[in-house]
Structures are given as structure tokens and as C-alpha cells.
């Protein structure tokens, strides 16, 4: 808001509280938005270890050679933390209201269990499940947070470092190397929660901002159950295959002639 | 279960939160009634029958049974909704009866709505703020018939405190404006009588106690007894807040 200075007509003071808080629901719901669309372009990109140990170094190497990689390894770190601290304002602080949640949520969705196949279509206990998505949102968010950072700062320093590996940047010798090691418990837990987290956000974030007037609710439902089916599906194979515990189903793609 | 089998009526157990916080000696308790199921028997029915036949001191709300007085909002196994337009038929054998949260505790399933809707009001000036004096024999001015359609839709809202009680951050948070008030702003924020600027909405609604207080847990949409656009309304009020916000200010 402009307050008028002594002799010098209006000067802008600092950003009035509500535009404040404007700006970090803009922010919170976009770098949401952005790290969702980036797991699951990441997740495709990971996905060429489908084709074998070729097209995964292959690909790494073109997105390093060209400098892709590096700094969005930092973009996303940024992100990712400036992410968890706005969206996590609206956690509630003490444990006595998070209880009150939990029990409301539980509540609402138990209500629509019992009901009865008689029950018309103007009945008020149809089921509700998107207050406990909610707050399975936010557990799988610390999740997220904690194994997310481990993940970002483990691959920051096989990009950025030659630590791992005989170059800088990923190979997918050590990559399954790390995963057969032990790895793939904590990347199993992050998977589940980084799907849920993203499309259960998106969904979310749909309808808060009106996209529901051109989709309906239940078509946003189903857009988000198939992404998170499919991202899902997708993410098991390749964890399966980083762990070598089956073996790339589309390696024929490479095989040829080619050297 | 709870499929309706033909002609062998159910035996209906009620059990009710009980708690008069005027009486001293009252403790917070759940007691248990069993009645058996008439056909078309709604909870209004059956809370007059338990307060007729088994304990007259059972205290619940009703007064038109017809989900437009707004009276008897409860908890109903865990989901509010009004008790006069809920069918025992749609219930299973046990119900749960609580009163509504976040509303002041007059006794047992009886809360006092009133309070918290006038303290809503008030706060958000629910009313038309005009800059001209009203002249009475100046003629009407027209409005679009969208435009008060949407406007009706908003005055739908019969205070019944559902909503309120299913929303996660009213229930922690005494300052949220809640779905009903987030409804009652936006109806004043359409309305073209109503001359408060853009500018000055955006104080009211862009804060954590206004729609940025929402998770878009979107049980209030779905409680509604009257089936109102609520998740409509957050998003207008969103959409607004951008405008009001960066609009004309290049």
C-alpha cells in the first residue's frame, strides 16, 4: 500500500503482508508444479536404463557434454528446499491439532465405508477420501525431504565430482552398483512417496485453482490415479533393473548391427 | 449389513455423545439407545422417538425437518450432515452421534452455529457497502442474469455450520474465515451493489485466516447439505487475488 511521505507524494512501502502472502501460495504451487513435472521427466530419462547399460551412459553423457545436467541438479535443489519450506507453512505446528486432523480426516472417510447400496444419490455419506490424501501428503513430503536431499546430494556429487566412477557425471556401472549395494530400500520408499506426493499434489493444486470448471473433479481423479499407476509401474522396472535384478526388457532396441 | 431386507425391520442402536456443560456433575460420555428401524425413518424421527420413549433429557436441534433452518447439523458416524435429511435406511446398525466441532457445546448434539456466524459476518462486513445515499424512487439497476445466479447460488447457504465442521483448519484454527465465510465474501465480491475495491478484498481474502488458510482438503465441498459450488467459490476467490494483485499494475 502507498503512504504519502512528508513532502515527496507517494512512496511504495514494503510488500504489504497480503501480497506476501499471495506470493508464496504462487510460489509454493509452482515449484510444486515444476518438481513434479521434472520427477516425472527424470523418471523417463532413468528410464533408458530399459535399454541397457549403452543408452543410459549414453544419454548421461550427452545431457553433461552439453551442460544440462549440472545446473539443474543445483535448480532443483534450490527448488526442492524453497518447495518444502513454503509448503510446509501450512502444516499445523502443534500435535494436538494435527491429531484433530488425522481424527476428522479418518472419520470422514470411514463414514462413506458403511454405505448401503440403497443409498440415493442426494444421500450426504458418499466417501470422502481427499482430507486423508492430505495428510498422507504431508508424511510422504518428510519422506520425501529426507530422502529426496540424501538422493539430490548423492548424484550433485557423482555429476559435479569425479568420487564415483572414473569420470565426473553418472555411469550406469555405478549407479547399479549402488543400487544392488543396499540402495534400493531407500529409493523404493522414495519412489512410493515422490509419486504420490506429486500427483496427489497436482490434483490438488488443480482444483484449487479452478482447472475444475473445465474438468470435472472425478476426471481429475482419474488423471491423477492413471500418472501415479503409471509413474509408478515405470519407476519399479527401472529399480528393478538398476538392481539388477532383472535384466533391461528393452535392450533389443540397441542391438543391431550398430557397434 | 445395512441392505435393506425386506420385511424384517432393524433394531437401530444409537449411541450419543452426552455432556451438559451447565451441570457440574456432567462428564463427556457416549450413551447407547437401541430402537427398531421404521421405514422412511430419517434421524429427526429417531432422536424424537429416544427423546419420547427412553430419556427426555436428550438435547439435539430441529425445527423445520426440512434441511432449510439449518438447525440440526451433527456428526454422523464421523461425517457432518443435517440429521433431518438423513435416512436411517442410508445408515448402518450402529450410528454414531457427536455433536459439530469448532461450534460452541450448548449440550449433548445441541451447539450454538449462531455465535460463530455473526462473529463471520461482522468480521467480513457481510453486507452491501454502497458509496451513494439510497434513493427509493430511483429505479433498480439491472443485473446480468448469470451474474445473479451465481450470486443466489451463494446465498443458498443455510448456516448450518456442516462445512466448518468438516474443515480441517477451522477445526485448529479459531481465526479462518471457513468455507461458509470464504462463501459469504465471495458473494459479496460479485455483487456489483457491493462497492468495495479490489483492492481492499485482497486485505481480506489474500491471508492464511482467508483462502490462503485452505489445504484444498475439499470436505466442505463434499459435506454441503445443499450441494453448494464450494470449491468453485475458492477458486474465484484465488483467481481474484492474482487480479487484484498484478491488474493495472504496469
Redesign the interface.
Known sequence: MPVKAKNSGTIPTVV????R??Y??LVSGASGLVLALFMWGHMVLVGSILTGERGFNWLAEMLEVYYIAQPTVVVILVLFLVHAALAS??I?A?LA?RR??IE?????A???R???????A?????A?V??RL?IWQVRTGMVVLVLGSFHVILLGIDVLTPLFGERPGIEALTSVARVKAGLWLPYAILLLCVEFHASVGLY??A????V??HFS?RALHIIERVLLWFFLGLGVVVLLVLADVLSPPLAFLLTGPAT | MTKKESGKARRLRFEIFRYNPEDPESEPHMQAFEIDEAPYMSLYIALNQIRETLDPSLQFDFACRSAICGSCGMMVNGRPTLGCRTLTSDLPEVVRLHPLPVFKLIGDLSVDTGTWFREMVEKSEAWIHAKEAFDPQAKEARMDDDLAQAIYEGERCIECGCCVASCGVANVNQNFAGPAGLNRIARFMMDPRDQRSDAEWFEVVSNSDGVFGCLGMMACHDVCPKELPLLEVYAYLRRKTLVAAFAGRS
Do not use: N
Open positions: 504489504s503482508d497480503a501480497r502472502q499471495l508464496y501460495e507453512r501450512k499445523p502443534q491439532e484433530r486432523m476428522l480426516g479418518k472419520g470422514l470411514h463414514a462413506g458403511d454405505r448401503p447400496a440403497t443409498a440415493s442426494i444421500s450426504p455419506l458418499q470422502h481427499e482430507s492430505w490438488r493444486l482444483v484449487k485453482w479452478g475444475g470448471r473433479r
